[in-house]
């Protein structure tokens, strides 16, 4: 088999999605909003409803619970879409990190992405983000009564606090 052939053979083996997200904290919460796209055209939607969590904290917290999501998947490509400018820059190096926080965002990402075989993350637009926002936004409007809830996830720790990644089952996102 030729090169060429044996290359294009070896790609199409390859898991690969898009990633959208978008964090909302005010005064009714903080939630993020998840949206992965599956090779094969699927669309998986998750709100979840956080621990208090500043703004910026709130975007770091779903691009990390969606970098979790898609590799626990078995993703091994990401293109990451994000409409928060200073989380697309810190990520990737073009921007200074002053707070701690953040720091430990930014190094628990990075950690994530050396996991895919390649990545990207791109700033969007707002208006090319809504399905993410909107995500984000009936996370932080729902009030969690119990844990039943089949339209919103609840999450009672930041990334930060857990010693090691979320596992992820997949059966239950399809």
Known sequence: MPLVAKEA??????ISGVLFTDGASNVKGSSLGVV???PSGETLRHAI??????NNEAEYEALVTGVELARGLGFEVIEIKCDFQLVVNQV???FDIKEER?????NKVQALLSRFMEWSILHI?????????ALANLGSSTEMKGSDSGTVVQL???VLDMDDYYKVNSTNLV
């Not at 053979?9 to 390859?14: F, H, R």
């Not at 409803?49 to 500043?54: F, G, R, V």
Request: proline share 6%; net charge negative; glycine share 2%.
């Open 102 to 106: 953040i720091q430990q965002y930014v």
């Open 156 to 158: 009672l720790h930041s």
């Open 125 to 133: 637009p707002r208006e090319e983000n809504v399905e993410a926002d």
């Open 36 to 38: 992965l796209v599956t």
């Open 9 to 14: 053979v070896l790609m199409s083996k390859i």
């Open 49 to 54: 409803k956080t621990i208090p969590l500043t």
């Open 92 to 94: 990737c190096g073009m």
